[in-house]
T-cell receptor, first 110, second 114 residues
């Protein structure tokens, strides 16, 4: 089983739609969780950290479920500019080195 | 915000030659930097962890003699791909943590080996 798993998609949604991605992780000792966004042929950029209590940043909501070992990202009112690959990143406890998921591709169309 | 500068952004070289990629932290010191490789439609794969003043730590399956890493100062790490082959063609990205548990990435270097 891979350490961090994501559905590669693509998720093809119309503007204004709500879309959710899940990411599962295998290491129960993982301590830090993030969502990064990567545009085509560009470097990843931090979208948001994921906190135990869940957190929201504008149209984006991230949640963590430690019992089931997954994190989620919800995007409301999708914009064309949200089209990108969303990478789930998990950092194990005691070690800083993060592990990246394969990424989920989102395509928002008019 | 924290900036990591990486260059060259794109390089094309002949098979058998060596290519050096530089990664600099511009406004913070980085005792650790990470080097990743990404093939098309694949995830970022950690190649090695670069440690200032000591040897790099390589991930399993990454040849240390082929991918030379030097981290001579708190703001500079270099990756040299030696005797490059077409299968080394990939997107190489460095990153550094300006603060705990957050990574800032360089813009990446796209290597094409002919």
């Amino acid at each position: 089983r891979k350490e961090v798993e994501q559905d590669p998609g693509p998720f093809n949604v119309p503007e204004g739609a709500t879309v959710a991605f899940n990411c599962t992780y295998s290491n129960s000792a993982s301590q830090s969780f993030f969502w990064y966004r990567q545009d085509c042929r560009k470097e990843p950029k931090l979208l948001m950290s994921v906190y135990s209590s869940g957190n929201e940043d504008g149209r984006f909501t991230a949640q963590l479920n430690r019992a089931s070992q997954y994190i989620s990202l919800l995007i409301r009112d999708s914009k064309l500019s949200d089209s990108a690959t969303y990478l789930c990143v998990v950092s194990p406890g005691g070690s800083y080195i993060p592990t990246f998921g394969r990424g989920t591709s989102l395509i928002v169309h008019p | 915000g924290a900036v990591v500068s990486q260059h060259p952004s794109r390089v094309i070289c002949k098979s058998g030659t060596s290519v050096k990629i530089e990664c600099r932290s511009l406004d913070f010191q980085a005792t650790t930097m990470f080097w990743y490789r990404q093939f098309p439609k694949q995830s970022l794969m950690l190649m090695a962890t670069s440690n200032e003043g000591s040897k790099a730590t390589y991930e399993q399956g990454v040849e240390k003699d082929k991918f030379l890493i030097n981290h001579a100062s708190l703001t500079l790490s270099t990756l040299t791909v030696t005797s490059a082959h077409p299968e080394d063609s990939s997107f190489y990205i460095c990153s550094a943590p300006p603060e705990a548990n957050v990574l800032t990435f360089g813009a990446g270097s796209r290597l094409t080996v002919l």
